[in-house]
């Protein structure tokens, strides 16, 4: 609520917010949030976090869907430091390079093919869910814990 109060006292506008704790925020605010476009937003919006571990897989099963599916690292480039984690297969769509990542899903839908997305920490994976969702796409999965959590030991 404190960054919330700076930034509208600034007048700062088109704010985007990429954390974890804004849809609880945002449920307790709803007329200050804009989701898909719609503010005040509805709270019922909201996918549920039991809808979000459906799709959220540990790294052995996620590395066994690899063949054959569509596989996007949406890890923003710092975040990246070279090449993707499985040697690629997989192909940078950062989350905020939107014409890309519409190319990606796309090439999912077309082919019928399943959806494979991980970013670092197992996060921003929940953002991309809405898009998804709301473009029709419903085989996909979430590398559990992200790349940060990625060993070849496991």
Known sequence: MK????AKKSKLMNILVFDAGVFEWSVAHPDYSVLLGKSPMDPNDIISKNKLKEHIVPLKEFESK?????????????ERRGNG????????VPLDNKKKLERYLNKA?????????YDNSGKEVRWLQYYLEEKGIKDYY??????????YDQ
């Open 3 to 6: 960054s919330f109060k700076a």
């Open 66 to 78: 690899i063949k054959g599916s569509v596989l996007i690292d949406v890890r923003a480039q710092n």
């Open 109 to 117: 839908l077309t082919t019928d093919k399943t959806l494979l997305a």
């Open 142 to 151: 979430f590398m559990q814990g992200g790349a940060k959590y990625y060993t």
């Open 85 to 92: 984690l499985f040697l690629l297969a997989d192909k940078s």
